[in-house]
């Protein structure tokens, strides 16, 4: 009986320093875009009822806007000496067409749980680039693109 149990738990340990090294895979889970107020804020209570209903009202009217944010979800394995990206790419009215307005940040890797990446484009950069039509963010590693989501008409 002790060698099944000791067998059990040994299997186990096994599956689970697997998943642990092996499972997680590099991604982005998540991204939302935002408008946001003159006050920088992206809702006025936490309700997502509400901040929908914000959003909407900020969408209509652009003289409210004071930027744009992007929340970005995301997780990669750890390894010793290993840096990554997040590129921000946006399709902006005001860009010339085939070259995108980008932002790189340096970001840890994250082990088994995702963390949160917050991008902010004050009023005056957004005013300069113009409407939205597209984005895309891209997890990178040493230039190879490991991940991305992009909006509906990337």
């Known amino acids: 009986m002790r060698i099944v149990s000791r067998f059990w738990l040994l299997l186990l340990a096994l599956l689970t320093a697997s998943a642990a090294v092996w499972g997680v895979p590099d991604k982005i889970i998540k991204v939302l875009p935002h408008h946001l107020d003159l006050n920088g804020r992206h809702a006025v209570s936490p309700s997502l009822f509400e901040r929908d209903a914000y959003q909407a009202m900020l ?3 652009p003289s409210k806007r004071g930027g744009l944010q992007f929340d970005i979800q995301w997780k990669a394995r750890k390894r010793p000496g290993r840096t990554l990206q997040l590129r921000l790419e946006l399709v902006t009215v005001n860009q010339p067409k085939g ?3 980008t932002v790189d940040l340096e970001v840890t890797p994250t082990g088994a749980f995702g963390r949160w990446k917050r991008v ?3 009023k005056a950069l957004t005013d300069r ?3 939205v039509i597209a984005w895309r963010i891209v997890l990178r590693e040493g230039g190879l693109d490991l991940s ?6 990337w």
Do not use: A, H, T
């Not at 991305?148 to 008409?153: D, G, P, R, V």
């Open 59 to 61: 969408r209509l009217n």
């Open 99 to 101: 070259s995108p307005f």
């Open 120 to 122: 902010k484009l004050d």
């Open 129 to 131: 680039l113009g409407e």
């Open 148 to 153: 991305e989501q992009k909006s509906f008409l």
